[in-house]
């Protein structure tokens, strides 16, 4: 019993050191600075579920926010385009995960997939030869990604330090097991066509042997033309039975024109991680339901 009472006695000393306040521009960021966090502190975020990091507009609080935290995290320039005006006056330390050294980068367009039902009305630069900034749906960069927090952390809370390298080490080793996972999920579709509305799977593709067939890349809001609308059509009867993803919380009013009458399922697949809770298996789960988004349509073809 009073072994007990020292354990919870030390618990409630060290919850007390939490003091290090971390915030994430997104909540896949937000997961896994929360695994490396794990019994010690909870990450905040910036970006509500549903709000996309290419047009975010930040709110008061939100620059309030920038200005308290002592550790930020975000991809870089080329996702979240409303945040380098905040961070010129921040004075603490913050990391554009995009510069860290080991990180696998794409580029748009590098593998010669087609781009030619791209438009120009996209809310953000996907470009063949640009960065494709979605780089978190790489188990591998996640690992870089945590690697710098950890070690961010350590340095910030020295009395915390091992704890934070155990969560490393724990997160590295689940990430191992989770690539295998989603690689025994997705066998049976490999080759299945299948098209997105938002060019933001590309490192996972990458990583499980999947490819898209193509993208209809157009903004939710707006109606794209009939002629163009006839291109896309005619794309998708070329290809027969498929599967059409678009992202939550919004499909485009053009999913249901462009699918109608057509053997095509319509599904989601959310990059970003919605409404999930945030915890230490966060951004396993994030990777691990896109997996069997994928196959759970792609199966039914
Ligand atoms: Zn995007």
Redesign the pocket.
């Known amino acids: 019993m009073s072994r007990f009472l020292v354990l919870f006695v030390a618990f409630i000393a060290f919850s007390a050191h939490a003091d290090v306040r971390v915030l994430t521009s997104i909540k896949p960021l937000q997961q896994i600075a929360a695994a490396v966090q794990d019994g010690v502190g909870s990450p905040d975020v910036l970006l509500p579920p549903g709000a996309s990091p ?1 047009n975010y507009a930040l709110r008061p609080s939100d620059v309030r926010k920038v200005a308290a935290a002592d550790l930020l995290y975000w991809i870089g320039p080329d996702m979240e385009g409303f945040l380098p005006r905040v961070l010129a006056s921040r004075g603490k330390p913050t990391v554009a995960v995009q510069s860290l050294a080991g990180m696998q980068l794409r580029h748009f367009g590098e593998d010669s997939h087609s781009h030619e039902q791209d438009q120009d009305d ?1 809310d ?1 630069d ?1 470009r063949p030869g640009s960065l494709d ?2 780089l978190w749906l790489s188990s591998v960069n996640a690992r870089v990604i945590a690697a710098k927090m950890a070690s961010d952390l350590a340095a910030a809370d020295p009395a915390n330090a091992t704890r934070y390298q155990a969560n490393l080490k724990q997160f590295d080793e689940r990430m191992d097991g989770l690539d295998q996972r989603i690689k025994q999920r997705v066998t049976g579709i490999a080759g299945k066509p299948y098209f997105v509305f ?3 799977f590309d490192y996972f593709e990458a990583a499980y042997g999947l490819k898209h067939t193509g993208v209809f890349s157009v903004a939710s809001e707006v109606q794209p033309g009939a002629q163009h609308v006839a291109a896309m059509r005619k794309r998708l009867q070329e290809v027969g039975k498929t599967c059409v993803f678009s992202e939550p919380p919004l499909r485009p009013r053009l999913a249901e024109t462009l699918t109608a009458g057509l053997p095509v399922r319509l599904a989601e697949l959310d ?1 970003l991680g919605g409404t999930d809770t945030v915890d230490a298996k966060g951004y396993e789960r994030l990777l691990e339901k896109l997996g069997s988004d994928l196959a759970g349509c792609l199966e039914q073809l």
């Open positions: 290419h996209h953000h996907h900034a979605h938002h060019e933001a990059a």
